[in-house]
């Protein structure tokens, strides 16, 4: 089936824009997650959605950065004001209960994010 | 808090050799253990978990790996590397296995495989 997606591919703003992040979880997961990925690092955590509940925004590194998902679709993650040091990669991961009653989070191909 | 640690930052094995890609992890409940796999400009692939049960688990690709507690080790291992698993190779780990929760990653590891 179709994995999770994720738009634009690419995005070049300008400091100090506003940009939007897509992301399109894998039907029927009911956990969404962003991640941000600096050049040559691993990712960090941003927030995430579980159904109902309030978001996890612990990972947030500024009020610039919010997020929003509606129900268990998709969901957009928007950073106001850009800085050069927003420049990463944005992955998407979605998820739902396994078999064992586990956990997997599967990601999409990542938002790769350009301010200059 | 939790935390992972992958020490080596590149990782060179010869093809048909057997490769080791180490992690370790400090958790504070019990570990619920990934390894993903990230191929030039795409996203990370799901390769194995570890929850509970039996200490070495079997993923795609041929990989598996050993879960060891006493040494708080998670390392990835496959028996004959192929050129085409050269790529970055991301150790994860978070607590609660029963819920949903992020994921803390380790900063990776760059796999070499030569012809």
């Known amino acids: 089936g179709a994995g999770v997606s994720q738009s634009p591919s690419n995005k070049v703003t300008e400091k100090g824009k506003d940009v939007e992040l897509r992301c399109d979880p894998i039907s029927g997961h009911t956990a969404l997650y962003w991640y941000r990925q600096r050049l040559g690092q691993g990712l960090e955590f941003l927030i995430y959605?579980?159904?109902?509940?309030?978001?996890?925004k612990s990972g947030l590194p500024s009020d610039r950065f919010s997020a929003e998902r509606t129900g268990e679709s998709v969901s957009t993650l928007t950073i106001q004001r850009t800085q050069q040091e927003d420049s990463a990669v944005y992955l998407c991961?979605?998820?739902?209960?396994?078999?064992?009653?586990?956990?997997?989070?599967?990601f999409g191909p990542g938002t790769r994010l350009l301010v200059l | 808090a939790q935390s992972v640690a992958q020490p080596e930052d590149q990782v060179n094995v010869a093809e048909g050799n057997p490769l080791t890609v180490k992690c370790t992890y400090s958790v504070s409940g019990n570990p619920y253990l990934f390894w993903y796999v990230q191929y030039p400009n795409r996203g990370l692939q799901f390769l194995l978990k570890?929850?509970?049960?039996?200490?070495l688990v079997k993923g795609s690709y041929g990989f598996e790996a050993e879960f060891n507690k006493s040494q708080t080790s998670f390392h990835l291992k496959k028996p004959s590397a192929l050129v085409s698993d050269s790529a970055l190779y991301f150790c994860?780990?978070?607590?609660?296995?029963?819920?949903?929760?992020?994921?803390?990653f380790g900063a990776g590891t760059r796999l070499a495989v030569h012809p």
């Open positions: 959605f579980q159904g109902n509940s309030a978001p996890d």
């Open positions: 994860a780990v978070r607590d609660n296995p029963g819920g949903y929760n992020k994921l803390i």
């Open positions: 991961a979605s998820s739902s209960r396994d078999s064992q009653g586990g956990e997997t989070q599967y």
């Open positions: 570890y929850i509970t049960g039996d200490n």
